[in-house]
């Protein structure tokens, strides 16, 4: 069955630190894979998105993400962090191939951001 | 970014009672849209995808006839939640998308239910 996991429930960084939040996937074909943002009284924004191509994908905000495959991974990271990108983040999966648009989340990791 | 609002943002009802969620692509003509329910600290699960002018697809596990969604046209889609119980307050989120494109999310309802 298809599945995302994000191990990380809660994560807690410095201002201007680096980050990593890391995602796993379980899905037997090639995965359309995306990275979302939650922010209270917002709706979920997408941060980047994965389809096919060069595995590094470059998104909005200064994050980045790198698909592997043997690993069956896509890592969110940004080199440094703003007070602002404290939120909750969630991992997504599109799994249908008839590209219904029907996605999997996964759990979601919290950031917060210590001055 | 296209914009999805969703109305009300919060909604506080008596056990029993129906409450309609509505949803809307402000900027956009949404060929489908997604309904969602959120747990508190936990994932977003679809409960439901609607194309305009069809009958709503329900995902495993989700009651057809507690949660009625109409999708009557290119921007609007409703979610009924019927005979509301306490177990049915959560955080609902609808999402929508123009054919092939990126969904686009609205900022989610918080019903409770006494």
């Known amino acids: 069955a298809q599945s995302v996991t994000q191990p990380d429930i809660h994560i807690t960084v410095s201002e201007g630190a680096s980050l990593e939040l890391r995602c796993n996937y379980s899905?037997?074909?090639?995965?359309?894979l995306f990275w979302y943002v939650q922010s209270p009284g917002q709706g979920l924004q997408l941060l980047l998105k994965?389809?096919?191509?060069?595995?590094l994908v470059q998104g909005i905000k200064g994050f980045e993400a790198e698909f592997k495959r043997s690993q069956s991974s896509f890592n969110l990271r940004k080199p440094s962090v703003h007070w602002s990108d404290a939120a909750e983040y969630f991992c997504?999966?599109?799994?249908?191939?008839?590209?219904?648009?029907?996605?999997?989340f996964g759990q979601g990791t919290t950031l917060q951001v210590k001055p | 970014g296209a914009v999805v609002s969703q109305h009300p943002s919060r909604v506080i009802c008596k056990s029993g009672t129906s409450v309609k969620i509505e949803c809307r692509s402000l900027?956009?003509?949404?060929?489908?849209m997604f309904w969602y329910r959120q747990f508190p600290k936990q994932s977003l699960m679809l409960m439901a995808t609607?194309?305009?002018?069809?009958?709503?697809?329900?995902e495993q596990g989700v009651e057809k006839d507690k949660f009625l969604i109409n999708h009557a046209s290119l921007t609007l889609s409703t979610l009924t939640v019927t005979s509301a119980h306490p177990e049915d307050s959560s955080f609902y989120i609808c999402?929508?998308?123009?054919?092939?494109?990126?969904?686009?999310f609205g900022p989610g309802t918080r019903l409770t239910v006494l």
């Open positions: 609607s194309n305009e002018g069809s009958k709503a697809t329900y």
């Open positions: 994965y389809f096919s191509g060069d595995t």
């Open positions: 999402s929508a998308r123009q054919l092939y494109n990126e969904q686009f």
């Open positions: 997504a999966v599109g799994v249908d191939s008839s590209n219904t648009g029907k996605l999997i």
């Open positions: 900027d956009f003509q949404a060929t489908t």
């Open positions: 899905y037997g074909a090639t995965p359309y």
